[in-house]
Antibody
């Protein structure tokens, strides 16, 4: 089955760290750009970061640059985001998505990150 | 950063009616625009890419048009399951940015 499954979300204190994972299956993971998109509770969608199929290029939205690091392990068909110095405004459902170059055509169900003391 | 503005924020229609959702970019994005549908508690789903191309498995009642800065998503005859939230996204200029969404309600 073609799918993406996120994990690693949870409750973390401000200033803390969390690592999210996204396990891909059913397609050639190593041929696609991959993306993280987040959605704060009751809000719209926000692009967070993306990474080229071979990991050689990475891009971030300004609000997370220097705090988040996107990475991938093509041998494990997995995408990651290491989130440091977390803030209350990082609270959101984090989705991983496959980028076909024309849109995100495959999404995971998301994992909730809550930053609160 | 390109600002993407969707209108209206909420659109009230009835099943069987035609829906027209608008998306405006603050700069020219050519045809690099996608539309997504999001049902409550679910991930978004790609509807339209390249401004006017239906994604795989999307019913023919969904169509997209426009180029440059002004875009439209049209649902020709609303089904009950269409009353959810729709987002557009420009993919022409980094960073890719989403509109704030249009909620379609009965």
């Amino acid at each position: 089955e073609v799918q993406l499954v996120e994990s690693g979300g949870g409750l973390v204190q401000p200033g803390g760290s969390l690592r999210l994972s996204c396990a891909a299956s059913g397609f050639s993971f190593d041929t696609f750009w991959m993306t993280w998109v987040r959605q704060a509770p009751g809000k719209g969608l926000e692009w967070v970061a993306n990474i080229k199929h071979d990991g050689s290029e990475k891009y971030y939205v300004a609000s997370v640059k220097g705090r988040f690091t996107i990475s991938r392990d093509n041998a494990k068909n997995s995408l990651y985001v290491q989130m440091n110095s977390l803030r209350a405004e990082d609270t959101a459902v984090y989705y991983c998505a496959r980028d076909r170059g024309r849109g995100y055509d495959l999404w995971g169900r998301g994992t909730l990150v809550t930053v609160s003391s | 950063e390109i600002v993407v503005t969707q209108s209206p924020a909420t659109l009230s229609l009835s099943p069987g009616e035609r829906a027209t959702l608008s998306c405006r970019a603050s700069q020219n994005v050519n045809s690099s625009l996608a539309w997504y549908q999001q049902k409550p508690g679910q991930a978004p789903r790609l509807l339209i890419y390249g401004a006017s191309n239906r994604a795989t498995g999307i019913p023919a009642r969904f169509s997209g048009s426009g180029s440059g800065t002004d875009f439209t998503l049209t649902i020709s005859s609303l089904e009950p399951e269409d009353f959810v939230v729709y987002y557009c996204q420009q993919r022409s200029v980094w960073p890719p940015t989403f509109g704030q969404g249009t909620k379609l309600e009965i």
